[in-house]
């Protein structure tokens, strides 16, 4: 006989009980159990113990392209490697978005020997008090597919001069992309500007471009934490696809300590160089990248503020 030790209770064990026989290995007639899942790549990372998360590695996004043998070119080629082992180690990834469809065709740099200036494009318009979905309607047309000989992105007409303002990343420092608008034309562009230190390119159409949208200024209503955005690109190659969603903070810090905008519309890989725009029309940001544990958007996204696109198209002669 024994004790329990907690409750004082005595147990008597009888000898003349025969043993238990050896217990199966499953029961008749059930299948085994299968073996133990192993964990996937891009799981959620694991706790720690004291309930935090492992740190997050900042990482650039891994490219679905060819990179040209330069500096940031390295350093984008080490983003891919790192994006693939981030959910192994559990971190948390900062990507540059890019699409997956690489199946573009570039244009022929022979096309454009000058390039003249194009018409200037019409002002869209968007009324106080707009719904999301007129406001949608009014500045969709604004956006484009940019293409180059290794892939693609988006990008948006300005008003009034009709330049189209992109990711640097986008066009991978190309001196000539290839522009599809909303309703299917195509044209040629000149890249007439590269800022790869704030991720912005700017290009000049060689014909008429759509209607231009107005950027935001920054004095008359500026933008606020809890506004309602849209973003509009061609994640995965579906251009003009439409995601909404509210300013998550002003002024984050993005990885060259340049301020940006983060939201949670949802940006995808070929979001890049798209626009992301409030309930007036106008544009705010262009968004270049996210930040997720996995490969896919959680709704952390960040685009450069319109302050740094003005800069940047006022110089254009």
């Known amino acids: 006989m024994f004790t329990h030790p907690r409750y004082n209770i005595g147990v008597t064990s009888s000898s003349s009980l025969p043993p238990l026989p050896p217990r199966p290995a499953h029961g008749d007639g059930l299948p085994p159990l299968p073996p133990r899942a192993q964990a996937q ?4 990372p694991p706790l720690r113990r004291d309930g935090g998360t492992p740190p997050a590695p900042v990482i650039e996004l891994s490219r679905e392209r060819p990179v040209r043998r330069s500096r940031r070119g390295a350093a984008v080629a080490l983003g891919a ?14 990507t540059r978005v890019f699409p997956a469809d690489t199946a573009s065709t570039a244009p022929p740099s022979s096309t454009v020997a000058t390039t003249a200036s194009p ?3 019409p002002t ?37 001069r009709g330049l189209i303002v992109t990711n640097e ?6 001196d000539v992309v290839q522009i599809v608008t909303s309703d299917g034309r195509r044209q040629v562009g000149r890249v007439v500007r590269h800022d790869p230190d704030q991720d912005l390119a700017v290009i000049r159409p060689t014909s008429t471009v759509p209607t231009g949208v107005q950027l935001a200024d920054g004095t008359s209503n500026p933008l606020r934490v809890g506004d309602q955005v849209f973003a509009i690109g061609s994640p995965f190659g579906l251009q003009n696809t439409v ?20 939201t949670d519309a949802p940006i995808n890989p070929g979001n890049s160089g798209g626009g992301l725009f409030d309930l007036e029309g106008r544009l705010v940001g262009i968004p270049t990248s996210i930040r997720a544990p996995i490969t896919g958007n959680v709704g952390i996204g960040f685009a450069v503020p ?3 696109v003005s800069a940047l198209v006022n110089s254009v002669p």
């Open 243 to 262: 995601t909404a969603g509210i300013v998550s903070a002003l002024n984050r810090p993005g990885e060259s300590g340049i301020p940006m905008i983060q």
């Open 41 to 44: 790549p891009g799981a959620l």
């Open 306 to 308: 319109a302050s740094r």
């Open 169 to 174: 990343h986008v066009v991978d420092g190309a």
């Open 124 to 160: 869209t318009t968007v009324s106080a008090g707009t719904t999301l979905e007129d406001a949608i309607t009014q500045v969709a047309p604004s956006v484009v597919t940019i293409r180059t000989g290794s892939g693609m992105g988006s990008g948006v007409v300005l008003a009034p």
């Open 81 to 94: 490697v790192a994006l693939v082992a981030a959910g192994a180690v559990g971190g948390v990834t900062a």
């Open 119 to 121: 018409t200037p494009a």
